[in-house]
């Protein structure tokens, strides 16, 4: 059994999402309670061709441990090729096969989520990766429950995985079709759970430690995979593990200390170079700092200016202004 399901462990992972899960954004949630971290995925045929821009997705710090590097594609063979590359630079935790992206030009490359299409070329993949990799890593997987509503058929792509060597799978409890509208079946996420042996980990629409604890008593997942909320809120992992543990609720975190993050966030993205210069870097951050202040008090205009954010000095510009306009009259000082 992998490490961190040992001993009752039950994970709070940290999901794979492009253009989010970054080396800076997972030292966030690392530092919040995320258990265990995978990175964006990368193309196998860029990590043979030694592409930088690919490269730079594997990248990751050792306090990030255990962490795993996701690769893509359809030909076994190169993908188990890659793999092994990727032990050579970085000795990642595990490797993490991506069979669940719905995005389209993932799709039509054969890749992702368009080989729940095709069991014997999805077959072919985990093996040969998980034949590559040998006794260096673990192989693990992620899945959604099916192509559309038509094929669901999770609970037997997980019984070929663990054939085929993987160690654990992660299933997102949507279709390739459904993409992230809707809403997860937990259902046969459940019952891939009590398919397998291996851990099957959960993931789709876990908001709050409530959600979690409710997926966890009422299904044989042996942790989860949270994404879209982290990324908006990446104190979930904190609150989570704190209900788990407690049954008690965290107050929400005060505006103060998501202004300090975000400040924060835009620092280390421009100086981790990921984007190139502090300009090129803001304008990266835009979509991510919209998503950030969701739900703040006067966040339609709040995101209107936002969306021309183009340096360090900007943001906290804003940050200031926002927090000297909500504690007016207070008498509490502006705190960033």
Same mark, same amino acid.
């Given at each position: 059994?992998?490490?961190?399901?040992?001993?009752?462990?039950?994970?709070?992972?940290?999901?794979?999402?492009?253009? *989010?899960?970054? +080396? #800076?954004? $997972?030292?966030?949630?690392?530092? =919040?309670?995320? !258990?265990?971290? /995978?990175?964006?995925f990368v193309s196998s045929e860029g990590i043979i061709r030694q592409?930088?821009?690919?490269?730079?997705?594997?990248?990751?710090?050792?306090?990030?441990?255990?962490?795993?590097?996701?690769?893509?594609?359809?030909?076994?063979?190169?993908?188990?090729?890659?793999?092994?590359?990727?032990?050579?630079?970085?000795?990642?935790?595990?490797?993490?096969?991506?069979?669940?992206?719905? *995005?389209?030009? +993932? #799709?039509? $490359?054969?890749?992702?989520?368009? =080989?729940?299409? !095709?069991?014997? /070329?999805?077959?072919?993949?985990?093996?040969?990766?998980?034949?590559?990799?040998?006794?260096?890593?673990?192989?693990?997987?992620?899945?959604?429950?099916?192509?559309?509503?038509?094929?669901?058929?999770?609970?037997?792509?997980?019984?070929?995985?663990?054939?085929?060597?993987?160690?654990?799978?992660?299933?997102?409890?949507?279709?390739?079709?459904?993409?992230?509208?809707?809403?997860?079946?937990?259902?046969?996420?459940?019952?891939?759970?009590?398919?397998?042996?291996?851990?099957?980990?959960?993931?789709?629409?876990?908001?709050?430690?409530?959600?979690?604890?409710?997926?966890?008593?009422?299904?044989?997942?042996?942790?989860?995979?949270?994404?879209?909320?982290?990324?908006?809120?990446?104190?979930?992992?904190?609150?989570?593990?704190?209900?788990?543990?407690?049954?008690?609720?965290?107050?929400?975190?005060?505006?103060?200390?998501?202004?300090?993050l975000i400040v924060s966030h835009c620092r280390l993205a421009i100086?981790?170079?990921?984007?190139?210069?502090?300009?090129?870097?803001?304008?990266?951050?835009?979509?991510?700092?919209?998503?950030?202040?969701?739900?703040?008090?006067?966040?339609?205009?709040l995101r209107r200016r936002l969306s021309t954010i183009a340096s360090?000095?900007?943001?906290?510009?804003?940050?200031?202004?926002?927090?000297?306009?909500?504690?007016?009259?207070?008498?509490?000082?502006?705190?960033?």
């Amino acid at each position: 059994m992998l490490p961190w399901f040992q001993n009752g462990a039950f994970p709070l992972y940290l999901a794979p999402m492009a253009g *989010v899960t970054d +080396v #800076v954004f $997972r030292s966030i949630c690392k530092r =919040l309670g995320a !258990d265990v971290m /995978v990175t964006e995925f990368v193309s196998s045929e860029g990590i043979i061709r030694q592409d930088e821009r690919t490269r730079k997705y594997t990248e990751f710090t050792d306090d990030q441990r255990p962490v795993g590097v996701q690769l893509f594609g359809a030909d076994g063979k190169r993908m188990g090729e890659a793999a092994r590359k990727i032990i050579d630079w970085k000795q990642p935790d595990f490797i993490d096969i991506n069979f669940g992206c719905p *995005v389209n030009k +993932v #799709v039509s $490359r054969n890749g992702g989520s368009s =080989l729940l299409k !095709d069991c014997s /070329v999805l077959a072919s993949v985990a093996s040969e990766v998980a034949r590559a990799v040998g006794e260096q890593v673990p192989v693990t997987a992620k899945i959604r429950i099916g192509w559309d509503s038509q094929s669901i058929n999770a609970p037997e792509i997980c019984t070929i995985l663990e054939n085929c060597g993987m160690q654990a799978i992660s299933v997102h409890g949507r279709t390739r079709s459904q993409g992230y509208g809707g809403e997860a079946n937990w259902d046969v996420i459940d019952e891939c759970s009590r398919r397998i042996a291996i851990p099957v980990i959960g993931n789709g629409d876990l908001n709050s430690g409530q959600d979690i604890r409710k997926r966890r008593e009422s299904t044989g997942v042996s942790g989860v995979m949270i994404g879209r909320s982290a990324m908006q809120n990446p104190w979930i992992f904190r609150e989570a593990r704190h209900y788990l543990q407690t049954g008690e609720q965290l107050p929400p975190v005060p505006i103060t200390e998501r202004w300090r993050l975000i400040v924060s966030h835009c620092r280390l993205a421009i100086a981790s170079n990921r984007y190139g210069n502090e300009r090129q870097s803001m304008l990266a951050m835009r979509s991510r700092l919209m998503t950030y202040c969701k739900g703040f008090p006067g966040a339609k205009p709040l995101r209107r200016r936002l969306s021309t954010i183009a340096s360090l000095m900007e943001i906290e510009e804003v940050a200031a202004e926002h927090m000297e306009h909500l504690q007016a009259g207070s008498g509490k000082p502006a705190a960033i």
